[in-house]
Every structure is written in C-alpha cells, then in structure tokens.
C-alpha cells in the first residue's frame, strides 16, 4: 500500500510565494509519475503539473510561468514539491498530489491553499 501525505498550504497575499510537498511512501514504491492537481470551491479538480521518473515536466498554461515541480534528488525521489509563484486570488484552492506507482494512482488527502489580503 501506497500512502501519500501532501502539506505545507496555508495563507498567503496576493503576489506571495509559497512551496507544498507531497511524499509518497510505502514498502518497495517507486513512483512513475508525480502530478499535482487543485479544486476550487464549486469547480472541478485541475491538473497543474506533472514530473516524471525521468524527469520531465508538464505544465498547464495558466501556471507554467508561476509554478515549479520538482523533486527531492538527493534526499527522497518519492518527495516532490511544488513551487508557487506570483500567487493570485484564483489559486485558492485545495491542493493535491497523484502519484502513479505501477499501474496505480494513489492520493493525497489535499492541503489548502489561500491567497488572500
């Protein structure tokens, strides 16, 4: 079993940055691909990022300038985080984490996000 543990949300201003972790862990995981996602109230989850194994990178358009993913190479690569830049009202959401480990999608239970004055 593949247990996976987001953290690092909370409050921040407009035009502030903040980093969210997500670390996968379980007996033998080797994690393929890493993605993280958002909801916001009353909208439907969204992909923002993906990193691979190999270490390639996604990004939607409405974040690849603000967002980074990446991961923890030298201590956990089953560690990433995700970066956040430039932060606007509209990233308030919950922020979750996928990671794909052999064939299978395992979820993190989210950590908030508020971009607020």
């Known amino acids: 079993q593949v247990q996976v543990v987001e953290s690092g949300g909370g409050l921040v201003q407009p035009g502030g940055s903040l980093r969210v972790s997500c670390v996968a862990s379980?007996?033998?995981?080797?994690?393929?691909?890493f993605s993280w996602y958002r909801q916001a109230p009353g909208k439907q989850r969204e992909i923002l990022a993906s990193?691979?194994?190999?270490?390639?990178?996604?990004?939607i358009d409405s974040v690849k300038d603000r967002f980074i993913i990446s991961r923890d190479n030298e201590n956990d690569k089953n560690t990433v985080f995700l970066q956040m830049n430039s932060l606007k009202p509209e990233d308030t959401a919950v922020y979750y984490c996928?990671?794909?480990?052999?064939?299978?999608?395992?979820w993190g239970q989210g950590t908030q996000v508020t971009v607020s004055s």
């Open positions: 996928r990671a794909w480990v052999n064939n299978k999608e395992y």
């Open positions: 990193l691979t194994r190999g270490g390639s990178t996604n990004y």
């Open positions: 379980g007996s033998g995981a080797i994690v393929n691909v």
